[in-house]
């Protein structure tokens, strides 16, 4: 079955900073892959999600790049502020009638110092 | 439109109870996904729910369990309880399409706790 590796654990930055996490899949039939924030005492939420059939995707200061052929992609969050601290997750889906199959990561918790 | 709901948000059990889990997705979507989180094993996938059928599942044993009613709504029953079952389980609906859509969205959890 698919399996989703997370880098790093634990990520340490100051406000302003850009933060990058990386996760790599086992899969080559994953073609779905969602990047989900969780803060404490709440489920994850969705931020952003990128398609086998697109290289990158931004929305404001989130970033998410594909590498098919390495099987890896990247979250990347740039001018980072303290509510971006959470843990994160990446998720990898072949798709189809498994989309309802998310396999995660390990997560990432994220700390953003004033 | 209101978000996943899960109920109840807390449970205490002992080992060898049995426990039901309740989702109510978002209205609209069709599917219903179940996970579980630990500190040790991160999120682990249950089942898939789609059209009151069971349409994925994961690698938990048969003491595991669910179903999906007419109206979207999901249950989750967990049998003869053992304490590595303590866990936050969590719910995900998302429109449940084949071959499209895909986006889960997760509801806040149950936190069990098996004593």
Do not use: W
């Given at each position: 079955g698919e399996n989703v590796e997370q880098h790093p654990s634990t990520l340490s930055v100051q406000e302003g900073d850009s933060a990058v996490i990386k996760c790599t899949y086992s899969d080559?039939?994953?073609n779905y892959f969602p990047w989900y924030k969780q803060e404490l005492g709440k489920g994850p939420q969705l931020i952003i999600d990128i398609r086998s059939n697109v290289g990158e995707k931004k929305d404001q200061r989130i970033a998410v790049t594909l590498n098919k052929t390495a099987k890896h992609f990247s979250l990347h969050i740039t001018?980072?502020?303290?509510?971006?601290s959470a843990v994160y997750f990446c998720a990898a889906s072949s798709g189809?009638?498994?989309?309802g199959k998310l396999t995660f990561g390990q997560g990432t918790i994220l700390t953003v110092h004033p | 439109k209101a978000g996943v709901t899960q109920t109840p948000r807390y449970l205490i059990k002992t080992r060898g109870q049995q426990v039901t889990l309740s989702c109510s997705p978002i209205s609209g979507h069709r599917s219903v996904s179940w996970y579980q989180q630990t500190p040790g094993q991160g999120l682990q996938f249950l089942f898939e729910y789609f059209s009151e059928t069971q349409r994925n599942k994961g690698n938990?044993?048969?003491?595991f369990s669910g179903r999906q009613f007419s109206n979207s709504r999901s249950e989750m029953n967990v049998s003869?309880?053992?304490?590595?079952?303590s866990a936050l389980y969590l719910c995900a609906s998302s429109g449940g399409l084949a071959g499209g859509g895909g986006e889960q969205f997760f509801g806040p959890g149950t936190r069990l706790t098996v004593l």
């Open positions: 080559s039939a994953s001018e980072t502020q303290p509510e971006d189809g009638t498994s989309y | 938990f044993p048969g003491r003869t309880l053992e304490l590595g079952d």
